[in-house]
């Protein structure tokens, strides 16, 4: 996934508008040095062709660049790049944010995949589309990077049906008409079905929903409804779990037999320390 | 702090840019509804001014919207809105996690701001520029919301010497010589020195810094340097304290006397729950 | 679908980025007017939303705008405005050009989707990414007022095996396994599998692929698949027809038994006439 | 013309803002190929720069790419691009598209300049404004690569009195005060009139107008026109015919006399046919 | 002519991306106020539509705004606005320097015009495209409103020959042949030819040019070339005298016969001085 | 100071946008060529690093170029790029016109610095946000070329107080309380208040603030107000000398004892004369 350069342009911008004060105070921008940035702990990489991409563009040549989406132990080199102090300082902390911010995500993400595969190697992590506003592109290449993948990408790829929709409708509880309408309308899509009670997953699944997910249900719950669904000869319906879904409890979930864990966790993950050293070359 | 229309556009479309194919293919768009947003739990609010603007933007009537920076209790009311499903359900989400999120980021700094005056009455609480990615004009709106102010816009608005400054200048460690050469650059500045020794705090004291800025130092050691300071007529130098303050050890660096709690705890905190209902009129 | 304030300036500044030369050479700016759309022709409108922000954005006054999506008579009023001359004339061909260039699109759409659901009422009909470059949102909704739904927005939102994909994989006939496999990525997202042979057809609906695109196949070759596969219970494999549909053929292809068709065409629809009077009030 | 790199950005962000998910799925990006771009028909080919940076910036490497404005026969190469399979089918369908369109326009321009040629050599074929929203930079560019020029750029650059502005004036038909009016406010400029009757084209003859169109006249209309006129020294005025021109009819208006053909079909001329092979390296 | 949306939010964001920290730390944001702009000396305004936008969309209400283009005496009434003391100061310099620029500009345009027209009354004064980078669109609008038009828009909407183009040419001093071409190319354009000596001059107007462009020649000189040029029946060639022109030397080259004076002079004008007052309501 | 690509791609769109029919008539566009830019005087060069991207990203190369913030000597060779006789042309006027306007405002900073350091070598001039619109961020760059610093990036960065501010506070005379607020507010920031008396100058000075600005006061003024504040031990306050500062004056302003001179005077700065040498290769 490639930010494009106006995003390169706005992340820079955000530090360096108007230069380096400090730089220009001290009148150290010529010298020539090099810049280290190392894991300070087991990480998995996101961020390193956006942090190579802005030091460029800043004048700074990157020597060596860890790929996105590689597990890589503390004390890893991640990224190394020379150029002048101007350079190197004016990236330093956008580089260094950015990385740690996006390796976060992604961290958290491989520790739920990692948590929930350990007990269902096949199951599927996807991350919801709660992501920080303004990173939404940004934060799913992390998620991926971690080795998850979208649920909705926003509201206009995927057909989900929600409670809040039903209201609307003529007969909001007849959900064979409702179903029926949606894989009418949309033949190519599958259909995803949100319920909220257990008589509403079975009567989703009854109405041939492609996916049922099962919003806050507790792991027990969950098992129930795996084990009330008789799966159609594609596989469908997919059993969703959704809700609260954290690198503690994803184990159970996957447990209980969800197909898929949906999870809005990751967005929100501390960021990982990543260690930089400046020096003159 | 007033988002652009380009950034109300940009986060629209992160959501809605091809429209809600599940409302289109319900064909529900057309009818009347009403969307109101409540609090979960306690809060400081922020986001409602964009929240209102998107959903405007998308054809909605806003009928109230609490302001920022506003604490509420839970189960208060904080946006209310009319429109057409189209409307509302295309604004929903995207205005729910901004809100959950800014919120989130406004009522941690809130936390952490009440926990240190609740010792030191008087004491600053700055964050640092550690946003996420693309989102730092948002960030900043929020930490000021919940109390707190802007450490260092970007490497523009502020003279901070660094460690990593240092081995580019010829007397790396004449930092008498160092401070003087920035206060002649930039009279008008006040020059920020970041120490990580209790040593080098006290000489940036003595070479007339404005700013102290005590890195990972443990509270007894800032208690130290504190005592160890004579301030100046003008109340310089101020004492920051930095590096891995939250709302738990606030209170202590409070006691040990700093002046300026540095932190960039807010900036990760996890959204509040807001409540969304939605209904047809 | 709502275009961003930055795509009503941009489409605005096309035409006029330095203002209207003649209508300052004249001196006839300040004098009121009044501007009225009328239809040529039979048509189904799309752009009377984005023509009235336009010419709003220019000070005019909207009187009157039909709904984008709405199937008018020839003579039929779909806009009208008033304002100073200078307006009106600033928005003239601006508006009218993309009125008559979109309710084109939206127009063959119709005529592609009546032409199908004359012979089968519940065809499909979806519309490629194949739209002009920098038009795609425009371009959608108007295929979408026309009656018909999106195939892929992007590559990002959607499964889509081709035959170009295959070479690179290990084994590229293994069509079992390679759909499996995509079904284990992404379990939520439907599976699209392009064929260009009757044999790879049949073995994409056995290995239970979701969607089954018969590439530039012939309207008897479409029938023989449709007669050849047999359904699952929830109606997949859906068929697909694409390549070459146009109003003039979709009705064969419909009676061949495709589930939808897939096209092009409306893409580049000539445009329809759209007549302007502006008259002094 | 050069397209901003924000364009480039534009157009990319349309098919791959979030990636390619069956490339992910298959998990094939790593792998090397090589794309070959050929033409299906002889064509006039344009679009070759802006997928040739389009490809670069996903990171594929150009081997060749023929010029834009070349006519190249059936099976002619016309780019060649190798870099990784995820590179490859991230610009395939955008690279392809691009210049299917935009040699498209340049090859039916090239039509009609040929038509109108073949009769009169030195006649001008220029196009008009009413190109689709949002390509009007393409569009130009593709109707030069075709050997047509620009009518006007829009509103700014040009004056051009027509019909409509006439009503707002005092003297509506004063031809000859309206055209020494627009001479004195821009005497460097030239003073285009469109005309809907002889009676206006001579009057706009005789009041020194420098472009006199002829809306909409049939060629006998246009050649009695040209017969009417009587040039004066510097070739003033020019005689151009507009409205429904097109490949069929471009000689006769040619034989007519015209000496400028103003067009807009163009702009919607059907895509040519461009084959795209990728395989594996 | 409108400046976008973006270009209001570009303006705005020079100054108060991150809000007003001093009203911030005064805390008096939501006390009400008034603002009012006058004029300190005698001038031409530009600015006041931006300025009253840029206040609009900051919150405030804008209570009068004198017209672009009026002639205003000193102590005259610019502007008024109301609102709250954080939209009043988080506008009051971006709007006082954009309107004081503006109409310097403006005002040294009225008076090159002013001062050629006292001699010559139908003279014509166009601006070159030296204006300020970042600025042309707003810098035209200001020299319009001071009475001037635009000499070129840029590149593209205008052909003018200079010496610099010849030598790249088959036959560099062949100015027939080379204005037979560049009138074969576009006949709709006027040709224009910059000459740097009196027999170029003679040579131009020989071989049919529309307008020729005196490069730096002194009155004296532009009268001879006058005198010696017959002008054609249409008032063709159009005499421009450019280089060096200001409102001190206009009148004399408006005595010398010149039909345009070209100049770059108003885009460096010295703002003219506007009064702000701010009161609390 | 990096401009984004967005700018230089901006920069380029305001003559260049739809190309160069000059260049594209003569059909010259393919020939090589080479340009050379030269100091028609002694100058402070600023604009070269945008003017090298600008010829770049139109496909020339850059052979030399001279640094920004060098100074040169009159007939000095500034910049030196070879191309087609298309790229040249095409970034000829727009690079001239971008290095003599920010070169004319580095020049005339280094010309106040000069005046103002001759007197007094360590006195700082700071410019103020007064730029032309839209050019804020390469103003900048070009005052810090010429030696000067920025005194205010914008509202967000610094805390001023001005006499506009007091009637909105329930104390508007208390100074003591004022500033005493605002640092208690924003400690590590220096506290600036602008005075119009020689009594508020002193009040500020015992109110502690760190920058006491002087308002348009004469040298002799000036001269009193230095003399009669003590300077606290770190060097507080700084006397800023603000409005009407020119390079005639600076030097009196310096002699009077300001530490700071505070000038809008080279934002609009008379371009400096660049020759431009064009010729074929």
Redesign the interface.
């Known amino acids: 996934?490639?930010l494009?350069?106006?995003?390169?342009?706005?992340?820079?911008?955000?530090?360096?508008?108007?230069?380096?004060?400090?730089?220009?105070?001290?009148?150290?921008g010529e010298?020539p040095?090099r810049m280290v940035f190392t894991a300070r702990r087991d990480l998995v990489l996101c961020g390193s062709d956006e942090a190579s991409r802005l030091l460029s563009?800043?004048g700074a040549s990157v020597i060596f660049a860890a790929q996105t989406g590689t597990c890589v132990e503390k004390g890893a080199l991640l990224l190394e790049a020379e150029g002048t102090?101007a350079a190197l300082?004016?990236g330093?902390?956008?580089a260094q944010?950015?990385m740690?911010?996006?390796s976060?995500v992604a961290t958290l993400t491989r520790e739920i995949v990692a948590a929930a595969r350990l007990v269902a190697p096949?199951i599927?992590v996807?991350c919801t589309?709660?992501?920080?506003?303004?990173?939404?592109?940004?934060s799913?290449?992390a998620i991926?990077a971690g080795g998850a993948?979208?649920?909705r990408?926003?509201?206009?790829?995927?057909?989900?049906?929600?409670d809040?929709?039903r209201?609307?409708?003529t007969k909001p509880n007849d959900l064979n008409a409702?179903i029926a309408?949606?894989?009418?309308?949309?033949?190519?899509?599958?259909i995803?079905v949100e319920v909220t009670s257990e008589a509403d997953a079975f009567g989703a699944a009854d109405a041939?929903a492609?996916?049922v997910q099962l919003e806050k249900f507790a792991p027990d719950m969950v098992a129930r409804v795996v084990h009330g669904i008789k799966k159609?000869?594609?596989?469908?319906p997919?059993i969703?779990a959704a809700g609260g879904i954290t690198a503690q409890n994803a184990g159970e979930y996957a447990k209980a037999g969800a197909?898929?864990l949906v999870t809005s966790a990751p967005f929100?993950?501390?960021?990982v320390d990543i260690q930089?050293r400046?020096?003159?070359l």
């Not at 990408?153 to 929600?162: A, E, K, N, Q, S």
């Open positions: 996934m490639r494009s350069e106006a995003d390169i342009d706005r992340v820079l911008e955000e530090d360096i508008r108007f230069g380096d004060l400090t730089v220009r105070a001290l009148a150290i010298k040095g563009s800043l102090a300082h004016a330093w902390k956008t944010t950015l740690e911010w996006a976060g096949r599927a996807v589309r709660k992501a920080v506003p303004f990173t939404r592109q940004l799913f290449k991926i993948e979208c649920h990408l926003g509201l206009f790829d995927t057909i989900m049906l929600f809040e929709h209201p609307f409708l409702i309408k949606l894989k009418e309308y949309a033949p190519e899509r599958a995803m041939m492609d996916v159609r000869v594609d596989g469908r997919v969703a197909d898929t929100y993950a501390k960021p930089v400046i020096n003159p």
